[in-house]
């Protein structure tokens, strides 16, 4: 039966367990025994359990046949090849669209793993779960990646120190009987129960040495008296050879005899098997070699470039138990221990060679683009071999490409965690090979710092892109497209820190830059353009910002080769952009639009699809349809929180969101037990200087003024308006909100001149900033209109309460609840809903 498909009689659920062994036999007790350790339950939690013991005494193969044996207990059995840690957490994010959880691919896989250990945890969706670690060496790297829960845990492991953790049985050589079964099975009548003694006791009954064995006979209808006697020869240059103990001696004369007799058969096979060595240990794409044939070296190049040769060359090794060939994956598996020995066997000058054509495979023959989500199987594969195969110590530019690809791959699927510290080793071990200033090395300290971005290690990035980039303009020069993209990367992180007229300097001489270059429709171009359409909404330049957008949208909209997720950001900002600038209905229209083409093209739990469902609400409240945000932006907050958790900006901006809209609705103390929370956590994200920091808390002062308390609420606006000024000038939108708001709460105290002279200003700066039409302007201007009244001006009062009336109908219009509560005589407030960095 093929690799992944589910055994008959078996679980729901069988993903990545590999092919039984059909030449498997004995055991019987150590199965029992895994069986009756592996059901042992501490209260509702199962132990682990793991299978210790020496390199080649089979203990994947019983981990296997316990799978197979076992699989009617079971609804999903999952394999876990835990060689490389870094490698677990994808392998384990895979499993969240079967358990009913969001993918890697639209929640990051450090999320994914996380959703999916609670899921396994708690027993939901399926309580009968079998999760094997293979070759997992050390505890301490992947203790936090084992889930306790209802289900069971199997762990293969050559180190003992795993005894000091789980419950471990030891699994040795086959006992002498176990041996001949075993030989008489795979060789039928070709082989004597006394033969087969003599040839187990020769190979001390060690199971992959008898496989190999085995193998060579039956491929080479040796006898076994000549086998026994070239295995006497082999071992005893193999004695002279002082081999290191971890290489059982028997193990390492069976495979010496095997590879001596292909040797003389087929070369061209032992050739690729060495090359195999400098692989990693897990499977290998075959289509590397296929493509390789126009990237290696000569040693290969003769064998790759003649398809029957190579073909040849996979069949016998094979058939010699020296390759693990899988059809349906498309790969080919050579054993570590093999590896080792054969690593062992190669001089150190052919060594280097062998190892740098494996460089130029992987390389040679990686896809394009790790941000093309197509290309990520492929990615995931040769990923399993950057740190076996050394390639990050290779000196080649290439190599050294496809190693931030790799890198790059693991950071669009959100391992953020294992990019960082690969990009760390990277540049290290680039740093000390080629120097601090190399031109890959600051490559890959532009990678970190987008890291460090995705990571909220805002002052990290800026740190590392500020140095990176001054190092990239004067080594490369400042129209290197290197030095670009550390240019954009460094505005990315001053918008992260607030700085946010800096941020815009840089991109909008970026987006000159890439004009003159590449012209205004190129890629490029459009991508600087969109990051200056973000500076000039948090600058509250909100009609620049649509201009920009509107024009990107138009050039994706009829352009081939743009991404659906790249579209649907545009169509994003553009929405926000708008209603921003005061136009809400058109921007609900529009919202809507972005939000269901999000649901269609990406599907409901996408995080960009989320941001479209976040401002589609925030626009629903605007223009009035408080019911559809209330319902909309609850569910969106619910998705975010499932998602990231609390902490995380997306959450924290819908909770301020689904606060604003409790508060629309009139459920203030819902409305305060949601933004008390999110406003706390806008220091630890953002910083305490942030403007989000501070527009945070122009929300809860409004909250708790509503709830009785403007004292406070006027305390806080007045300590924010200050602040805010300073760090974004005095006729930023957030300023004029929070002054707005300030205004209120004066009144409610009673010091309605203080209120009116705040508000007369207020009102003059926001029409020069903004059109006399905008809706910070009607909100100001209706407030204005009681503090005239309140402090004896009353026909100033009814002309700007006519003027005011009939520019809410015209922009508004008459039945929105803003137009009905300024009739009312109502006072109106400001909020603020944080857009994305």
Known sequence: MAENTVPSQGPKIWERVPKRNPNFTGRKDLLTALRKSINTVTAVVAQPQALQGLGGVGKTQLAIEYAWQYRAHYDLVWWVSADQPLLVPSVLAGMAPILGLPPATSTGVEQATQAVLRALESGSPHRSWLVIFDNAEDPE???????????????????????????????????????????????????????????????????????????????????????????????????????????????????????????????????????????????????????????????????????????NALSHLERLALVKVEPT????????????????????????????????????????????????????????????????????????????????????????????????????????????????VLAAQVHLSNTYLELATYADAERLFAETFEQMRDSLGPEHSETLWAQTGYAAALRARGDFSAARQLDAEAAEIY????????????????????????????????????????????????????????????????????????????????????????????????????????????????????????DTHTRLQRLYGDGHASTMAAALGLANALRANGDLEEALDMAKPAVEHYPDVFGDEHPFTYAARIDLALLLRLSGDPALAQDMDASILTRLSDRVGPDHDYVLSCAINLQNDLAALGRHDEA????????????????????????????????????GAEEEAKRLFGETTQRFEAVMGR???????????????????????
């Not at 039945?815 to 300024?822: F, I, M, N, S």
């Open 329 to 440: 994956t498309r790969t080919l598996q050579v054993h570590r221990l093999n590896q080792a020995l054969l690593r062992d066997e190669t001089p150190e000058k052919d060594r280097a060679e062998l190892r740098h054509e494996v460089h130029l495979l992987m390389s040679g023959t990686a896809p394009a683009d790790p941000d093309d989500t197509t290309n990520w199987a492929r990615f995931e594969e040769l990923a399993a071999h950057l740190e076996p195969s050394g390639l990050v110590d290779c000196k080649v530019s290439e190599v050294r490409s496809f190693a931030l690809d790799l890198v790059r791959y693991m950071y669009v699927r959100g391992s953020y965690r294992q990019a960082q510290t690969l990009l760390n080793e990277y540049i290290d071990r680039w740093s000390q090979a080629s120097g601090a200033q190399h031109k890959d």
């Open 756 to 791: 009116r002279a705040l508000g007369e200003e207020t009102l003059r700066r926001i029409r020069t900033s903004f059109t006399p039409d905008h809706y910070l302007g009607l909100v100001c201007a209706a407030n204005l209109c009681l503090d005239l009244q309140a402090t």
């Open 515 to 634: 004009k003159r270059l590449h012209g205004d429709t190129h890629q490029l171009t459009q991508r600087a353009r969109y990051n200056l359409a973000l500076d000039y909404t948090v600058t509250s330049k909100y009609d620049q910002a649509r201009e920009i957008l509107r024009d990107i949208f138009l050039h994706q909209s009829s352009a081939e080769g743009i991404g659906r997720r790249a579209l649907l950001l545009t169509w994003i900002n553009m929405s926000r952009a708008v209603r921003l600038s005061g136009q809400f209905q058109v921007a609900t229209d529009m919202a809507e639009e972005a939000y269901t083409y999000g649901v269609a093209q990406l599907g409901d739990d996408h995080p960009n699809t989320l941001l479209a469902a976040k401002d589609f609400a925030i626009s629903l409240r605007r223009s009035g349809r408080l019911a559809d945000a209330l319902q909309l932006m609850t």
């Open 141 to 311: 790297y992947i203790k936090d990646f084992i889930p306790r829960g209802p289900g069971h845990v199997l762990i293969t492991s050559r180190n003992s120190r795993w005894s000091d953790h789980e419950p471990t049985i030891q699994v040795d050589v086959f006992r002498r009987e176990e041996s001949v079964a075993f030989l008489r099975k795979r060789l039928g009548d070709a082989i004597s129960s006394e033969e087969a003694d003599q040839l187990a006791d020769k190979l001390g009954d060690l199971p992959l040495a008898l496989e190999q064995a085995a193998a060579l006979l039956a491929r080479t209808l040796m006898s076994v008296e000549e086998y026994l006697s070239l295995l006497d020869e082999q071992t005893s240059k193999l004695l002279s050879l002082e081999k290191a103990p971890t290489y059982p001696q028997s193990m390492t004369a069976a495979w010496q005899l095997s590879v001596s007799q292909l040797q003389d058969r087929v070369p061209a096979a032992v050739e690729v098997l060495r090359c195999c060595a400098f692989f990693g240990p897990e499977p290998i794409p075959r289509d590397v070699f296929r493509r390789g044939n126009r990237v290696v070296g000569p040693r290969l190049a003769p064998i790759l470039s003649d398809p029957i040769e190579l073909t």
């Open 815 to 837: 039945e929105h609840p803003e137009a009905l509560a300024l009739l009312a005589g109502e006072r109106l407030n400001c909020d603020f809903d944080p857009p994305p960095i």
